[in-house]
């Protein structure tokens, strides 16, 4: 079974600018989560999808915004870029079952970097 | 507020030393605590959980964590390490609202020299 995979890996963009990043999730998997990676503060949470629908977001300005589509997979914008933005942006996927807590399972991440 | 804290910042060790990662935490529903494991230009990938049962835990690679209550804590432990456990360590527990929201603790790099 095919991993979590994030498009691009690699992104340099201005400030300013707007950026997507894309995010597939595991298949099966329903449920599509984002997070921030950066040296200072860690891996904060951004938001989630399930059934194209955002279930829930972390403290992070609008500028951040996301989506999901019918076949689950998930993408990611950043508007007006700042350059606190550079990060690794993380995706990850979870089946999502009813009951018991499921695993996520997580991309390699997209390495944006804001000039 | 749930919230992770994780001790060390850097560890160093030798092949063959053991190793104890600390985790506290504070979290105020049912305890689910994890760790997760970032090898040098891989995924996160899950080490091990604790749901509920054996507070004590394994997981994959010789890894197990023991979870103390009255302590609010959730330490990795590891008998002898290896270079190949050169990665960093992240500790968490599950945010508000979601399965799919982790809070981790800003994570344990380790560096293992052969």
């Known amino acids: 079974k095919a991993g979590v995979t994030q498009t691009p890996r690699y992104l340099i963009k201005t400030r300013g600018q707007q950026v997507t990043l894309s995010c597939s999730p595991i298949?099966?998997?329903?449920?599509v989560s984002w997070y921030q990676q950066t040296p200072g503060q860690g891996l904060q949470f951004l938001f989630e999808y399930f059934s194209e629908t955002q279930r829930n977001k972390g403290n992070f300005p609008g500028r951040f915004s996301g989506r999901q589509f019918s076949n689950s997979r998930s993408e990611m914008n950043v508007s007006t870029l700042e350059l606190g933005d550079s990060a690794l942006y993380l995706c990850?996927?979870?089946?999502?079952?009813?009951?018991?807590?499921?695993?996520?399972?997580f991309g390699p991440g997209t390495r944006l970097t804001v000039l | 507020a749930q919230s992770v804290s994780q001790h060390n910042h850097h560890v160093i060790l030798s092949e063959a030393a053991s190793l104890e990662l600390g985790c506290n935490y504070s979290y105020g529903g049912t305890v689910n605590l994890f760790w997760y494991v970032q090898y040098p230009g891989q995924h996160l990938q899950l080490l091990l959980k604790y749901f509920s049962g054996d507070p004590l835990v394994k997981g994959i690679k010789g890894f197990e964590a023991e979870f103390i209550k009255s302590k609010f804590s959730f330490n990795l432990r590891k008998p002898s390490v290896q270079w190949s456990d050169t990665a960093e360590y992240f500790c968490?527990?599950?945010?508000?609202?979601?399965?799919?929201?982790?809070?981790f603790g800003k994570g344990t790099k380790l560096s293992v020299k052969p």
């Open positions: 968490a527990v599950p945010g508000r609202g979601s399965q799919g929201n982790l809070i």
């Open positions: 298949s099966g998997h329903r449920s």
């Open positions: 990850a996927s979870n089946r999502l079952s009813g009951g018991a807590y499921n695993e996520q399972f």
